[in-house]
């Protein structure tokens, strides 16, 4: 009996502390959120908790933070998270709050109606040094010359070390430095049906980390270029073209000038190879007789008359 009343007695007390939590417009104790964590990937890092749930209710959660510049400098205070203010999901983008490489600490309260829970911090401080870095995905491609390469873009502290060779001709491998991702960069000029293997990892200078290899990517070269037999034989049809043109317009002319203004071949007599002066002279008064003479030495022309003066 006595150990009856004392369990009944034990049970409305725990009832009393119970009952406060249960009953959400009276809430005085609200539970903290527990099992705080960063999961943090290529410099995005997220914080997350285990949900506070309340039966029919509503929990918000708020979240601060504190850097190496607070502990030291400002009484350890904190400072609200730029987007996480009275959110309702149990996870917070905290990317934007660490901008520099030191340790972080972080903090969630539950918030319902006017009352809180008490803070929760981290296990262990955050710094972003420890951000998984994953290889980096890359696109390869040619335009059938230029080898191309193409990273996601991962935003600015993001470099990527590429690695690229001539496969199957022991050929040294080429180191090159792409400063961004989203946008392609040319590699090299490929050599005509030769295959080259490109591999890259990403490089994050202010955490002084670099992720792992990825796959490596290989990619054909067009073979004996069309575009290279192409470019030769146009080129090659321009000269022909550079050269024949003027060759044309001279046999052109030729055939114009015998055809309209026959060259009238002189005999040895009137060949003027004296002073210009002399031939001037010459010119002016020889003019008669020089046609007369040239009209007789057709042949045609002679026979033609001889045949009309027998008639
Ligand atoms: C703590 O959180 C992690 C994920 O953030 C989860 O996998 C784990 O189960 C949680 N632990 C507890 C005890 O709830
Ligand atoms: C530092 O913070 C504590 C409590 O967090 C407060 O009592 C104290 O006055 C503060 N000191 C200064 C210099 O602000
Ligand atoms: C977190 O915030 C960063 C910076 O604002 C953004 O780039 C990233 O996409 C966000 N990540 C998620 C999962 O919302
Ligand atoms: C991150 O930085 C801290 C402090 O500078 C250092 O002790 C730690 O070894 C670094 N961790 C990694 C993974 O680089």
New binding site residues.
Partial sequence: MVLNEASAHLVTGLLCTLIPILLADEVVILPAPQNLSIHSVNMKHILTWNPVIVPGEAVNYSVQYQGEYERTFANFSWIFSSWCSSISTPACNVTDDITT???YNFQVKATLGNHSSAWSTLKEFF?R??TILTSPKMNISTDGYNLIVEFEDLGPYFEFNVTYWKKRFNSQQEIKTVRKGGHPEHLTIMEAGAEYCVKAQTIVDI???SSDFNQVECIRAQDESPLLALVLFSSAGFILFLVGLPLFIWKMSQLLRYSCCPVVVLPDTLKITDSPQKLISCKKEDIEPCETVVQVMYPEEFFHSWIQDTL
Avoid: H, L, M, Y
């Fill in positions: 490489t030191v340790a710094n040094n420890s955490i002084d980390r």
